[in-house]
């Protein structure tokens, strides 16, 4: 055994157990399949939340990272220190958002190790690893000579092992809809979250080439834990859209970035995980406000807002009115006889 497998060994031996024990309560491999899968990510929930509040955080902290690379945008060195000064400070990590992805190869390698364990064969004879013998799990493998025979498939056997076109097909299905389901899981979390995306754009990257190299790697891999990833996927599309229905924190930061949308602000500055307390947009505004002081088309705006203020016109930068004027220079009786 290899220094990984001696590593790895107890969880095997724990997954392995627990997937003979779902097996002994439904007698289906995909059901047992699932059902472990399920218990897998209840586990990682808090994880999941976690990193979900994490890109929150590096979203909070956007205009701080923008400042120290403007200030030290010549000098890389003092740039990055000050960068993990702001995130020990605000207790982030630039990687935080990736957790659940970056879990995911450890847990497709405890996968693939524990369906080939449960359907090694020595010679033509099935001799099932990391489960006890008194399993009805082991006593089926054995008589099925280390088959997984469900949803039509052998879920020990791989895509490219699998001789015709016809016979492969079902299991490029499951890669094909194992893929699709990553790519809508990132895609529901990018629609929740447009400006933590935004500003968070290693975490960007990783979720837009995973499924990528996952589907490399489905097609040299058992359907079974093919599965696993597709029943991992439908859960945590399930898990996204209840964490921002109603956790406190996500449910305002999703409201906020409605409101932010239609009010046409990029960047939402002050959500507070930690506090659970989401504040206005004031400071958003008032960025797009100061860019607009500067703006070309300030004066023309200015004018047309004070020409309807019921004949009473204030000042603007862009004409003034002289003492006993009724109207902003440019709106005289030339206009009405144009009309």
């Known amino acids: 055994m290899s220094v990984l497998g001696q590593i790895f ?25 699932a059902l472990l899968t399920i218990t897998v990510m209840i586990v990682l929930a808090p994880l999941t939340i976690k990193s979900t509040r994490s890109m929150l955080e590096m979203q909070r902290i956007q205009p701080e990272m923008k400042k120290i690379q403007a200030k030290y945008k010549n000098d890389k060195v003092a740039q990055q220190e000050a960068m993990s000064q702001l995130f020990k400070e605000n207790k982030v990590s630039p990687a935080g958002g990736c957790l659940p992805m970056l879990a995911q190869f450890p847990l497709l390698y405890v996968m693939y190790s524990v369906i080939r364990g449960l359907t090694n064969t020595v010679g033509n004879v099935a001799s099932p690893k990391y ?7 082991y006593q089926n493998l ?5 088959q997984m025979h469900s949803l039509g498939l052998n879920l020990s056997e791989t895509a490219t092992r699998v001789h015709g076109f016809t016979n492969a097909l079902p299991y490029y299905v499951v890669i094909a809809i194992a893929v699709v389901l990553q790519y809508l899981q990132m895609a529901q979390l990018t629609s929740k ?11 960007q990257m990783l979720q837009k080439y995973t499924p990528i190299i996952f589907a490399v790697i489905y097609i040299s891999i058992p359907a079974g834990v093919n599965l696993y ?37 990029e960047v939402i500055e002050h959500v507070k995980p930690k506090k659970g307390v989401l504040k206005s947009l004031l400071a958003s505004v008032k960025e797009i406000g100061d860019k607009g002081k500067s703006g070309p088309g300030r004066d023309s705006g200015a004018s047309g807002r004070n020409s309807n203020n019921n004949g009473t016109n204030k000042p603007s930068s862009g004409g003034q009115k002289r ?13 009405k006889r144009g009309r």
């Open 323 to 335: 003492p006993g004027q009724s109207r902003p220079r440019g709106q005289g009786k030339n206009n």
């Open 229 to 265: 990833f597709i029943v991992s996927s439908l859960f945590r599309i399930g898990q996204q859209e209840l964490m921002y229905r109603h956790d406190p924190v996500l449910k305002k930061h999703a409201q906020a970035n409605a409101e932010a949308r239609l009010a046409g602000t």
């Open 131 to 137: 489960i006890s013998h008194s399993t009805l799990l």
């Open 193 to 203: 979250n447009p400006q933590g995306a935004a500003a968070n754009p290693q975490a």
């Open 142 to 146: 054995i008589a099925s000579h280390g």
């Open 9 to 33: 060994n107890p969880i095997f031996e724990v997954i392995a157990e627990l997937l003979a024990f779902y097996y002994g309560l439904v007698h289906d491999y995909a059901a047992a399949i």
